[in-house]
């Protein structure tokens, strides 16, 4: 191996992962050498961005730019979608904040409010007060994300201090463009744990301290296009919910 | 016309071999369609006009010896068949590929040199699939590599994780912990006259709230306001902890520990001037830094739990009653988000 030219080694390399790349570079010298070269982390980096995304300045090379688009998210579209990477694959994540989605009666003031909070990304986000009819929906273009991977879609929430009206399960939806809307088989999701008499999807604690719930999963292939469009709802109780902070909808590639 | 055109030119005939010399010099003569799907073997007959006789043999490059060129020939002579399958070429590379790591890694090197694309992409990948998943010295002793890192240059890979900006937070709660923990120091040395408010943000809270009717100072909890800012907390009590409208009481008491809350949050949230990165000495020993590292995470999510169920506070009016015993939505602050 010694005997093998620098690019010879950044070829090899370019065809692991970011986490064996950066291994690599503890090896030896020259490994270090090729594992820190900018073919390599072109490699790892999206072959295309999104329209408005603009690189940060300041990054001398291509690995600090992939490790500042792993941990630092960029906000795109007028702030309202956050762009970062995944960072065993180099995979794009998107997150579409509240005011990005269609939250029915979100213009209300006596149903939502919309505030903000220190530990959210984007500049608001929504705060239900209370309200009967509980339909969150987004959509995002299919083209945005990254080739050959599996995503999934979580709601990203958490709770004021009275939430109510939770404890049962909700609808959660995914569908692909072209997809009649009859079609569509909604999922029971649970936002709150209620031991017993949970089925489906269930929140799980996030590590920035928010929730998030899964909504659905697709495959993205080379060339899909069309718009995926997501949504959590509750219309069919006839008694109120109150207490539901939403931050956003998370996309992001499934781990194996 | 030359001989060697002559060969060119009636292929069916004779077929046309190509003389080619190895780094190790030997030489050997090779079916032309073969020796040609190498491009640079190709490069040297075509503008070269080289290899037409044994002493005009084409010089391989240094990396080719004979026993990967060899393997190259076996490789070339399946390949540049026309009629084989996809499957047919899948299955013999496979089985071309079953060799132990160091001549993989000659027969890349020599590969390349001859700058044959398919061959490289397929030892490339071979490659990356031994070094996929193993730690850096399971590599050096896969690939027989001299360790000539020093122990420094070794730990570099880490500071990816200083980008991330929970990690500069908790960097800077640190460099604040520890000076307090100075301040603790020197005050212990010295006679305070003042007392030093060491109630914990649950207790102040619960105080202010009307739960807990006590004014003198309480059990010593994790000091987490600066001096500063116990006393005027402190003093504001004091002089309404009697008073028997607790309800106008907490919503202003509110007010004041949001902005203090607020100014402590700013500190922390601004770069400080001088207050680097680089400045986490380890001056602490590792226990107290442990016990530390958990504090500070605390302090950290409670900060912004704190934050976020004040502002809750805010929009409803405050309930108390007069004996003091609160109700049990109350119980909730302090505890970590995500308990409700």
């Not at chain 1, 990477?85 to 919309?114: F, V």
């Not at chain 2, 397929?122 to 996929?132: D, F, H, K, P, V």
């Not at chain 2, 402190?234 to 002089?239: A, F, M």
């Amino acid at each position: 191996m010694n005997n093998l030219p620098e690019d010879c080694i950044a070829k090899i390399l370019s065809l692991t992962s970011p986490r064996d790349v950066c291994r690599s570079s503890a090896v030896s010298r020259c490994f270090r050498s090729a594992a820190d070269s900018d073919h390599v982390w072109n490699h790892f980096l999206p072959s295309e961005f999104p329209e408005d995304f603009r690189a940060p300045e300041g990054l001398p090379t291509k690995k600090h730019l992939f490790f500042s688009l792993v941990h630092n998210p960029l906000l795109l579209h007028d702030s309202q979608l956050s762009f970062s990477l995944e960072r065993s694959t180099g995979n794009k994540c998107y997150m579409m904040a509240a005011r990005a989605l269609n939250i029915t009666w979100g213009h209300d003031q006596r149903y939502w409010q919309w505030i903000s909070l220190p530990d959210a990304r984007f500049k608001e986000v929504a705060a239900l007060k209370m309200v009967w009819w509980l339909d969150i929906t987004g959509k995002i273009n299919i083209s945005l994300l990254s080739d050959d991977t599996l995503y999934a879609a979580y709601l990203v929430f958490k709770w004021n201090l009275d939430p109510y009206g939770f404890r049962q399960p909700v609808e959660a939806s995914l569908v692909l463009a072209g997809t009649e809307h009859d079609d569509v088989q909604p999922s029971m999701v649970s936002l709150m744990h209620n031991p017993g008499s949970e089925q489906g999807q269930r929140a799980e604690l996030r590590s920035d301290d928010w929730y998030e719930v899964q909504l659905g999963q697709f495959f993205k292939r080379r060339g899909d296009m069309g718009e995926i469009e997501m949504s959590l709802k509750e219309t069919k109780r006839p008694f109120e919910k109150k207490g539901l902070i939403v931050h956003g909808i998370e996309i992001r590639p499934v781990l194996p | 016309m030359s001989e060697s055109d002559l060969d060119i030119m009636e292929p069916e005939t004779m077929k046309s071999y190509i003389w080619l010399q190895t780094a190790d010099g030997s030489v050997q003569q090779v079916e032309q369609e073969v020796a040609m799907f190498c491009p640079m073997i190709c490069q040297e007959i075509i503008h070269k006009g080289a290899g037409s006789s044994k002493n005009h043999a084409i010089s391989l490059p240094q990396r080719v010896n004979s026993a990967m060129f060899s393997l190259i020939l076996d490789y070339c002579r399946f390949h540049q068949v026309p009629g084989r399958s996809n499957k047919e070429r899948k299955v013999y590379d496979e089985k071309f590929m079953r060799m132990e790591t160091k001549r993989l890694c000659e027969l890349t090197s020599a590969a390349d040199s001859l700058q044959l694309k398919p061959l490289v992409d397929l030892t490339s990948s071979a490659l990356a699939r031994i070094i996929e998943g193993k730690t850096p010295e399971e590599i050096r002793d896969i690939f027989h590599l001299p360790d000539d890192l020093t122990e420094e240059e070794k730990l570099e890979p880490l500071k990816n994780t200083m980008d991330d900006p929970r990690i500069r937070l908790l960097n800077r709660l640190y460099a604040k912990k520890r000076k307090e923990l100075k301040e603790r120091e020197r005050l212990k040395n010295v006679e305070v006259e003042g007392h030093v408010d060491e109630r914990s943000v649950d207790d102040l809270l619960s105080f202010i709230n009307g739960t807990d009717p006590k004014v003198a100072k309480m059990s010593k909890g994790k000091k987490k306001y600066k001096k500063k800012k116990n006393q005027k907390i402190i003093s504001s009590n004091d002089k309404e902890s009697h008073d028997l409208h607790f309800k106008q009481q907490g919503v202003e008491e509110t007010g004041s520990r949001m902005r203090d809350l607020l100014s402590l949050e700013d500190e922390i949230f601004t770069p400080k001037a001088g207050c680097e990165d680089g400045d986490i000495d380890d001056e602490i020993d590792p226990a107290m830094k442990e016990m530390l590292d958990r504090e500070v995470e605390d302090f950290a999510r409670r900060l912004n739990s704190n934050w976020a169920q004040s502002l809750g506070q805010e929009r409803r009016p405050v309930h108390f009653s007069i004996n003091g015993n609160n109700g049990t939505t109350r119980r909730h602050i302090g505890q970590s988000s995500g308990h409700n």
